[in-house]
């Protein structure tokens, strides 16, 4: 008998956004994302020194049209890859500004109230 294994299951809980990328000033450069979630948020083209397990504080900005949305949140580094210049964090804390942003952004909700108010004007 032989046994087959399946996928492993996905543990991540939210959708990654690479539509809509954000930027990360983090260490006094800014990176844009490859792709983002309400958990955190992955970089490529990343040149720095930090270590799993550090809680830098980042910057957050997203534009949307003419509308620019800026957030400063402490996340956690939970990989590093130097070779392939790759980090990813999780966000560590989400008040409710920055949450109403992220997932206005990855609903559409935002884009969709931001044109509502250009065809308004």
Known sequence: MRVVKGKSKERRRDRRIQEIPLKIDLNSSSYETAN???GGFLLYSFYGDFKIGETP????RAEVG????QHVV???IVQIDFTRKMLAAN???LDDDILNTLEGLSTGRLRCEILQKYKSA
């Open 36 to 38: 983002w979630s309400l």
């Open 57 to 60: 504080v980042v910057g957050i």
């Open 66 to 69: 003419e509308q620019v949305f």
């Open 74 to 76: 402490r996340s956690e």
């Open 91 to 93: 966000f560590v804390e």
